[in-house]
Nanobody
Framework: QVQFVESGGGLVQPGGSLRLSCTAS????????LGWFRQAPGKEREGVSC????????YYADSVKGRFTISRDDAKNAVYLQMNSLKPEDTAVYYC????????????????WGQGTQVTVSS
């Protein structure tokens, strides 16, 4: 059973930055595709960004391209999401996710979820 611990969420003004972190306990993430999803109030959960385990291939939703950067540090068993130039429409609960298949993760088929961390962008 994978257990994720997410951190880094909070309240930030428009144009600001946040860095989300997600670590796994008692589970090595080396061979798993990792990603971040988000769910805003009244909306369906959507994929934000994913990173493969093999060659570091990445995926970004169009709404975050050029502003968000996903990275992973397998030595620390962690995945990160650097979020810059934040907008009010980025407000959501952000979830860390993992799957054995990168293509499945990009398609939204997730095997393991984190508990979520709230990101609020407001002045």
């Amino acid at each position: 059973q994978v257990q994720f611990v997410e951190s880094g969420g909070g309240l930030v003004q428009p144009g600001g930055s946040l860095r989300l972190s997600c670590t796994a306990s008692a589970f090595a993430l080396d061979y798993y595709a990792l990603g971040w999803f988000r769910q805003a109030p009244g909306k369906e959960r959507e994929g934000v960004s994913c990173i493969s385990s093999s060659d570091g291939e990445t995926y970004y939703a169009d709404s975050v391209k050029g502003r968000f950067t996903i990275s992973r540090d397998d030595a620390k068993n962690a995945v990160y999401l650097q979020m810059n130039s934040l907008k009010p429409e980025d407000t959501a609960v952000y979830y860390c996710a993992a799957d054995t298949s990168y293509r499945a993760l990009v398609a939204g088929r997730v095997s393991w979820w984190g508990q979520g961390t709230q990101v609020t962008v407001s002045s």
